[in-house]
């Protein structure tokens, strides 16, 4: 396991990540190499403090470097489905 206290302390003190920082740190939880607490622990700062655009670009090239790709194999495809967090009720 690899311990993300190195990132969480700045993330407590206010202070926010590089880009490469909050992609590294998502790459090491994708690869299941951070406790379950600190990930939580991570997620809790992230929320209190709030994203940064470098920060939120790091996070998601990480999810679209862990990201699988769907080949279907068939003729052109259209996603009809929402993303469920629509206000229309």
Same mark, same amino acid.
């Given at each position: =396991? $690899?311990?993300? @206290?190195?990132?969480?302390?700045?993330?407590?003190?206010?202070?926010?990540?590089? =880009? &490469?920082?909050? /992609?590294?740190?998502?790459?090491?939880? *994708?690869?299941?190499? @951070?406790? &379950?607490?600190?990930?939580? %622990? *991570?997620?809790?700062?992230?929320? $209190?403090?709030?994203?940064?655009?470098? &920060?939120?670009?790091?996070? %998601?090239?990480?999810?679209?470097?862990?990201? @699988?790709? @769907? &080949?279907? /194999? $068939?003729?052109?495809? $259209?996603?009809?489905?929402?993303? /469920?967090?629509?206000?229309?009720?």
């Amino acid at each position: =396991m $690899v311990s993300i @206290v190195e990132y969480l302390e700045p993330l407590l003190g206010g202070r926010d990540l590089s =880009m &490469e920082q909050a /992609g590294g740190l998502l790459d090491a939880v *994708f690869a299941g190499e @951070v406790p &379950e607490a600190q990930v939580a %622990a *991570f997620l809790t700062a992230m929320r $209190v403090k709030g994203a940064t655009a470098a &920060e939120l670009a790091g996070l %998601a090239g990480s999810l679209r470097r862990h990201a @699988v790709r @769907v &080949e279907p /194999g $068939v003729g052109p495809l $259209v996603d009809t489905c929402g993303t /469920g967090g629509g206000t229309i009720k």
